[in-house]
């Protein structure tokens, strides 16, 4: 059982990036995804989320207008879509998958019951 991320990379500011994360060893069928990600010197901060079994989405206030969540069609790969990048973006990204099994807060990282490796996304010109 295991999240792999991956896409990370440098960019210049107004750039973009698409990261994935992929799931072995499971089905993410009815769990839902989630981005995290923890910038140097700062706490860990949710970035969005999709929940697979309806494909509702969220997003933090950060990511919102920039940033879209997306699943693949087997729903195996969340994606995040990465647009007009900022040096503030500048993080590891974590994916991270909770089994839906009731309500749930996206945004706090003890919900989730898997975690990628995290992927480095650096924004600098």
């Known amino acids: 059982v295991q999240l792999q991320a991956s896409g990370g990379g440098s960019v210049q500011p107004g750039g973009t990036l698409r990261l994935s994360c992929t799931a072995s060893?499971?089905?993410?069928?009815?769990?839902?995804v989630a981005w995290f990600r923890r910038a140097p010197g700062k706490e860990r901060e949710e970035v969005s989320c999709?929940?697979?079994?309806?494909?509702?989405?969220e997003y933090a206030d950060s990511a919102k207008g920039r940033f879209t969540i997306s699943s693949a069609n087997d729903k195996n790969t969340v994606y995040l879509q990465m647009n007009s990048l900022k040096p503030e973006d500048t993080a590891v990204y974590y994916c991270?998958?909770?089994?839906?099994?009731?309500?749930?807060?996206?945004?706090?990282?003890?919900?989730?019951?898997?975690w990628g490796q995290g992927t480095l996304v650096t924004v600098s010109s």
């Open positions: 060893g499971f089905s993410l069928g009815d769990y839902a």
């Open positions: 991270a998958a909770h089994e839906r099994t009731g309500p749930f807060y996206w945004g706090l990282a003890v919900e989730y019951d898997y």
């Open positions: 999709i929940s697979n079994s309806d494909g509702s989405t």
